[in-house]
């Protein structure tokens, strides 16, 4: 195949992209065992976060990559001759790297589409209300259908059915509340649209899937221990109210929704962790904002050191030269 000076570019980003991204992805999801090891031993809290990093680290990692590395590398020791042949590998790696991301973002698109097409029939059928002592915004829909959840990726939305708001004492009610109001604080919705936005290590593959799983039952716990703040008679409503709801069955699911059950996966876990009152206690110990994204920080302090290391762009030039060929 023969390019021109910038649609080389293009295809060594994306062929760049898949083969860092790629390889660090299969690094990370060799020690998926030895983290998930690890996070059982921390609050729940800091294992959300931790686990949500190391979901985001080889996307990252490659980001660095190639805008500190590769486009700058490109840009400076690239001669802007005419036209030259691309060779088998670069452009099987670029078509896969393309590939993974159009996949992502059809998944995000389907997702983002389901929710809002499923908040607009809330929106017809309930009414806008603030419920008392709440700091979000609730919307009350007239459904017999057991719906408590909270919408909104960055401006946030409580969506309740009446019958939930009719079957829960007024004290379930309040831990419920305040459990899908935690999941607003730590960004939750926003952090499943990441996850579904950001590419696989292959196309069609999902083994950094384990991750993403564990990630949602550790963002529930925390929400749980958020709820409950270190109070056990409150963490005995909530778990009241768990099970209240989850008897009635469940009304909606959605990949960028926090459901307040989270369609009973996990259920009897949160439950019997609930009844723990030392779990509870566990909740009020914060993560500082270091110790939640450290593994992120070091990343980006280890490409900043990379890109100033003299004869780094040089380096990297010559890697693309026989990637390219
Ligand atoms: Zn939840």
């Given at each position: 195949?023969?390019?021109?000076?910038?649609?080389?570019?293009?295809?060594?980003?994306?062929?760049?992209?898949?083969?860092?991204?790629?390889?660090?992805?299969?690094?990370?999801?060799?020690?998926?065992?030895?983290?998930?090891?690890?996070?059982?031993?921390?609050?729940?809290?800091?294992?959300?976060?931790?686990?949500?990093?190391?979901?985001?680290?080889?996307?990252?990692?490659?980001?660095?990559?190639?805008?500190?590395?590769?486009?700058?590398?490109?840009?400076?020791?690239?001669?802007?001759?005419?036209?030259?042949?691309?060779?088998?590998?670069?452009?099987?790696?670029?078509?896969?790297?393309?590939?993974?991301?159009?996949?992502?973002?059809?998944?995000?698109?389907?997702?983002?589409?389901?929710?809002?097409?499923?908040?607009?029939?809330?929106?017809?059928?309930g009414s806008e209300t603030r419920?008392?002592?709440?700091?979000?915004?609730?919307?009350?829909?007239?459904?017999?259908?057991?719906?408590?959840?909270?919408?909104?990726?960055?401006?946030?939305?409580?969506?309740l059915s009446r019958q939930v708001?009719?079957?829960?004492?007024?004290?379930?009610?309040?831990?419920?509340?305040?459990?899908?109001?935690?999941?607003?604080?730590?960004?939750?919705?926003?952090?499943?649209?990441?996850?579904?936005?950001?590419?696989?290590?292959?196309?069609?593959?999902?083994?950094?899937?384990?991750?993403?799983?564990?990630?949602?039952?550790?963002?529930?716990?925390?929400?749980?221990?958020?709820?409950?703040?270190?109070?056990?008679?409150?963490?005995?409503?909530?778990?009241?109210?768990?099970?209240?709801?989850?008897?009635?069955?469940?009304?909606?699911?959605?990949?960028?929704?926090?459901?307040?059950?989270?369609?009973?996966?996990?259920?009897?876990?949160?439950?019997?962790?609930?009844?723990?009152?030392?779990?509870?206690?566990?909740?009020?110990?914060?993560?500082?904002?270091?110790?939640?994204?450290?593994?992120?920080?070091?990343?980006?302090?280890?490409?900043?050191?990379?890109?100033?290391?003299?004869?780094?762009?040089?380096?990297?030039?010559?890697?693309?030269?026989?990637l390219i060929q």
């Amino acid at each position: 195949m023969i390019t021109d000076y910038f649609s080389r570019l293009v295809c060594l980003c994306f062929a760049s992209f898949f083969l860092v991204h790629a390889g660090a992805g299969v690094a990370i999801a060799l020690l998926i065992p030895a983290a998930l090891r690890r996070a059982e031993k921390m609050p729940a809290r800091s294992a959300a976060a931790f686990l949500f990093s190391l979901r985001l680290l080889p996307f990252v990692m490659a980001s660095c990559v190639i805008a500190a590395l590769c486009v700058p590398s490109y840009l400076l020791l690239e001669p802007r001759s005419g036209t030259e042949p691309l060779g088998g590998l670069c452009a099987t790696a670029a078509v896969l790297g393309l590939l993974s991301w159009l996949i992502a973002a059809a998944r995000a698109v389907v997702a983002l589409g389901r929710t809002l097409a499923f908040e607009r029939s809330c929106r017809r059928s309930g009414s806008e209300t603030r419920l008392a002592g709440r700091t979000v915004p609730a919307l009350v829909v007239e459904s017999r259908l057991p719906l408590l959840a909270l919408s909104g990726l960055i401006r946030a939305r409580l969506l309740l059915s009446r019958q939930v708001l009719e079957a829960l004492q007024p004290e379930e009610l309040d831990a419920a509340l305040r459990h899908e109001e935690a999941h607003q604080s730590s960004r939750d919705n926003l952090k499943r649209l990441v996850c579904l936005l950001i590419p696989e290590v292959l196309p069609l593959g999902r083994c950094l899937a384990p991750l993403e799983r564990s990630w949602a039952k550790y963002s529930e716990w925390a929400a749980d221990d958020q709820a409950s703040r270190g109070d056990s008679h409150r963490a005995l409503w909530l778990a009241s109210a768990l099970l209240r709801v989850a008897r009635m069955g469940s009304a909606f699911e959605s990949e960028l929704c926090a459901t307040f059950t989270a369609c009973g996966w996990g259920l009897e876990a949160r439950v019997e962790r609930l009844l723990r009152t030392e779990t509870a206690r566990e909740g009020m110990r914060e993560p500082g904002r270091f110790a939640q994204h450290r593994e992120l920080l070091l990343i980006g302090a280890f490409t900043a050191t990379i890109v100033l290391l003299p004869g780094a762009m040089a380096c990297v030039h010559r890697l693309l030269e026989r990637l390219i060929q």
